[in-house]
């Protein structure tokens, strides 16, 4: 019969780095392991490390960071813990830019083309016009669909 030999494992090789119970695992590992399980595992429950004696410290400060962030939400005056910045960003900022963008669009062509009609057609000059500087007497220097109006 043979001789098994033996090979005396070191620490780090013995843990895995996906599993949760890893006495070999330094505080930090743990709390990788835990943030991955977080994201990954829709039925893990952050409270269930409570009873774990490896893995209370990394609940404690998980759960004392997680309670920094619900308070200064419940302090803030216009985030709460349902409307938060990212739903600020998305569903105000956002469409506040697009808005201002499409109003300036639509100042910038639409009322141009209005004050120029308004003077060919009937000969007014608005005040808009004044304020927006367009030169009505310059007629090389209307847009392509104003100038055909005007051949008309």
């Known amino acids: 019969m043979q001789k098994k030999s033996y090979e005396v494992l070191r620490p780090e090789r013995r843990y895995n780095q996906y599993n949760m119970i890893n006495v070999w695992a330094s505080q930090e590992k743990r709390e990788e392991i835990i943030k991955r399980k977080l994201l990954t595992d829709k039925s893990f429950k952050l409270t269930s490390l409570q009873i ?21 939400l419940d302090k803030s005056v216009l985030w709460s813990r349902v409307y938060t910045k990212q739903e600020f960003k998305h569903f105000f900022v956002w469409p506040l830019i697009f808005f201002v963008v499409a109003i300036s669009v639509v100042i910038h062509y639409g009322v141009r083309y209005r004050v120029y009609y308004n003077y060919i057609k009937y000969g007014r000059r608005l005040e808009v016009g004044d304020k927006l500087d367009i030169d009505l007497e310059d007629i090389e220097s209307y847009p392509a669909a104003v100038f055909e109006f005007y051949k008309e």
């Open 52 to 72: 774990n004696p490896l893995y209370k410290p990394v609940f404690d400060k998980l759960d004392a960071q997680a309670l920094k962030i619900l308070n200064e």
